[in-house]
């Protein structure tokens, strides 16, 4: 009986033995590898602070992606404070940003929003800054049939070249009264101008451009597509004059109210939305006559810059993924 009970104390300790030399072996190799890790996060200048910053928002496999694939501190850094950033995205970020020498903010716009200024009617996604004065709506960037602004306001009051035509009159309330601002403003300056369009409906838009469509193969160059217009907005304005017998056309832009509306429109927070020579971008030729609200900040920058609102997305905005 004893003798048993010796032999079951004896294996017992053995393997209590083993067992802590095990643990102990563990430990070893673990502090170690945290020992090296920790020593590469140092290299690329991240300190203890850092490393229990980005644990509260990135995942292991993230926190290893750091060092395998080499991401110094201050370009993490430079990209975590842009709101769309997404970690694992930072390749794609860090080969635009390079490449075409831009901010961490277009960085991230561009990877987001490749289609912004390209591939007319090839790449279409939902219109972006919905109901903000921000809205973008273009080529490739659409509005459902069923959206419309709110806010709408009859702007019989702005000299409408068709007085009480529903289909045509309305704005937004901003771009309204910044409308009736920039009108009034004129008139000090002995210049009338008259309003053409304002807030047009996916389906009047269906019907002008079916009506291009059946006239001309270049339907795209003159009319939006349902959809892509931005007068679907109620932000557009096309604006006119007496000399160029009330038209929307190219010479608005030598007459004396054209040449205001060019000077003094960002005053009241418009911008000349298809300007020259930046066909290439908004896919539509110049368009002098036809104005988009955008609120004051944006129309100063856009016109002192001479950029188009797509532009000024990408460069001053945080745009959404
Ligand atoms: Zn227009």
Known sequence: MKYKIKIVLLLLLILMVLFMRNISNYSNTSSNIIYVIKDEYTRLGYTQYDLDMLESFLDENQMKEIIKLNIPRNILFSYHKQKSFEFDKIMLYEDVRTNKKVTFKEAINLVNHPYLMSDFYESIRSAINLNTELILVNKNYYLKKDYIPENLILGDDLHPLIPNDKSRNYLQKEAYNALKALFIEAENNNIILYFSNGYRTYEKQDKIYSEYL????????????????EHQTGLAVDITCQSVNYLLTENFEKTAAGKFIKENAHHFGFIERYPKNKEYITGYTYEPWHLRYVGKKAASIIYLSNITLEEYLIKYTNMPN
Do not use: C, T
């Not at 059946?214 to 349902?226: E, G, I, L, M």
């Open 214 to 229: 059946s006239q001309s193969h270049n339907a795209d160059v003159y009319s939006a597509r349902p959809g892509h217009s």
